[in-house]
């Protein structure tokens, strides 16, 4: 069937409404085209053959548990066509549980760039993303409808799929401080899954997030909190400044070159297999292990890795504050992973936990270095151990600290 595509399914003319549909809605161009604000609650299919599926010039608000689709289909190497699923030049606040796609775009739009064809289109607002949301090219844009700064700040909660096909999945213009929750898939092709745009952003990620591309929270001053009971795993990201281990166990396995101060909140574990720049500050109750970072500042736990590995490493400084432990194992053949520190260390107290996997005399001949240093600083409160017949004693150098093993003596003795 071949629509005439200057007729939209259902247009609003110079004004707003509401539209409530359980069936099928189709025009030549837009699905629905309104001049004004428009409500829409959708549990059918809305397709606009050569435009969007909505097309509104004012504010929007839609629920969709069904399918609607923006496309390109008609007559497509004659006609320009942006095919968009939601096309929202002001406000938008939706809620998905179903489909939203722009299926295809050609030619060029009035200022004669590649028209692009985005799942979502909009000037800015809320989004609540319990389905999927996919473009041709880009998955959610926001801005102005030219690429420029968008009309107001972003609240995206994503619990679905949210992708690009040839682009980007989200992007985000202007300086408005926005905030993005990711507990599903967001993915770009281009390499690009979230862009924030400017302004003070954050990113909170939850144990379902999936990010395919990178991930980069734009210029001003951006936070990234990790946050789920369950932990999970995040990537890293570009031109984030704060990184914050709210709640959970978590694995970094991408860097975080931007961060300026990060935090490991009392509770939390942060399992760092890359390189942190800045400085991380452990709280009480907290662990920090692996991998590299600036600066370190402890008041929890700081856990060597299992040997053999040894990724722990400090470029600058670390600090053990008063009461904070620092975990050290001795593997098979007294293998073990030494602390390495670029400047200082200062011990202020802390506590040493040991614990062996093989006890055994073979010990009493050795001495393992559990520090490396240009300088230590202040002593080890205490020790603790999980040795039977085997008492520790620590041997302190300008540069070192060293572990080294006597035998008990017997009770009474």
Do not use: C
Not at 207 to 233: C, H, M, P, Y
Not at 348 to 354: K, P
Request: hydrophobic share 30%.
């Amino acid at each position: 069937m071949r629509f005439k595509e200057s007729y939209s399914g259902i247009s609003l003319n110079r004004a707003g409404g509401t539209v409530v549909n359980h069936g099928i809605v189709g025009g030549g161009s837009n699905g629905i085209k309104a001049t004004d604000d428009v409500a829409l609650l959708n549990s059918g299919l809305i397709r606009g053959h050569k435009g969007a599926g909505l097309k509104s010039k004012g504010d929007a608000q839609v629920t969709n548990y069904g399918i609607i689709t923006g496309a390109d289909t008609q007559r497509p190497k004659q006609n320009d066509g942006d095919g968009d699923g939601l096309d929202i030049d002001k406000l938008a606040r939706i809620r998905n549980y179903g489909i939203i796609e722009g299926t295809g775009a050609n030619g060029a739009d009035k200022n004669g760039a590649p028209n692009t064809s985005e799942g979502i289109a909009m000037g800015g607002g809320e989004i609540h993303n319990y389905g999927v949301i996919r473009g041709a090219h880009h998955g959610v844009l926001v801005d102005n409808g030219d690429l420029g700064p968008a009309h107001g700040k972003t609240r995206l909660v994503n619990e679905g799929t949210i992708s690009g096909h040839n682009g980007y999945g989200v992007k985000l213009i202007g300086a408005f401080n926005d905030s993005i929750t990711n507990n599903g898939v967001i993915s770009g092709t281009n390499g690009l899954a979230l862009d924030m745009g400017g302004g003070d952003d954050v990113l909170t990620v939850r144990n379902g997030a999936q990010f395919n591309g990178t991930v980069d929270g734009g210029s001003g001053s951006n936070r990234v909190i990790l946050e789920d009971a369950k932990g999970g795993t995040f990537s890293g990201a570009r031109r984030m400044q704060h990184l914050k281990v709210s709640t959970g166990a978590w694995t970094l396995n991408g860097t975080l070159d931007a961060n300026q101060q990060g935090r490991v909140h009392s509770g939390a574990t942060l399992i760092n297999q890359s390189r942190i720049s800045g400085a991380i500050t452990v709280e009480s109750g907290g662990t920090y292990t692996g991998g590299t970072v600036d600066r370190l500042n402890v008041a929890g736990t700081l856990r060597l890795d299992s040997p053999p590995h040894s990724r722990t490493r400090i470029k600058h400084d670390l600090h053990m504050e008063h009461g904070s432990s620092l975990a050290f194992s001795v593997g098979k053949g007294e293998a073990h992973s030494t602390l390495k520190v670029g400047n200082r260390v200062n011990l202020d107290g802390a506590a040493l936990n040991l614990h062996v996997d093989n006890e055994s005399d073979e010990l009493l001949t050795r001495q393992l270095r559990v520090i490396d240093a240009r300088q230590i600083e202040g002593r080890f409160d205490a020790i603790t151990s999980n040795l039977n017949t085997l008492v520790p004693e620590l041997i302190y150098t300008r540069t070192g600290v060293f572990i080294s093993f006597k035998r008990k003596a017997p009770a009474g003795a």
